[in-house]
């Protein structure tokens, strides 16, 4: 699949703002002292992590390569 390069520049936005919006939930989650409200940041962060690997199969699958700066493979989330 032939994807132009503001094609492939959304993608890479969208890329980095699932893996950032993950990042911040796991974060977030580690900070909270409610059970409840911890658990529902994790769930959100797990739906941008699954986002992310969606999009980046998709994308692998499809035949376009995304370069490295657009993240890892799986990403990790931010340290504590």
Not at 4 to 24: G, I, P
Not at 50 to 78: D, E, F, W
């Amino acid at each position: 699949m032939q994807l132009s390069t503001k094609d492939l520049n959304y993608l890479k936005d969208e890329l980095s703002w699932e893996l950032l919006a993950f990042k911040k939930c796991h974060h977030y989650a580690q900070e909270c002292q409610d059970q409840q409200v911890k658990q529902l940041i994790d769930q959100m962060g797990r739906m941008h992590q699954q986002h992310y690997q969606q999009l980046l199969n998709h994308l692998n699958t499809g035949g376009v390569m995304p370069t490295p700066a657009q993240g890892p493979t799986n990403p990790k989330p931010m340290s504590q």
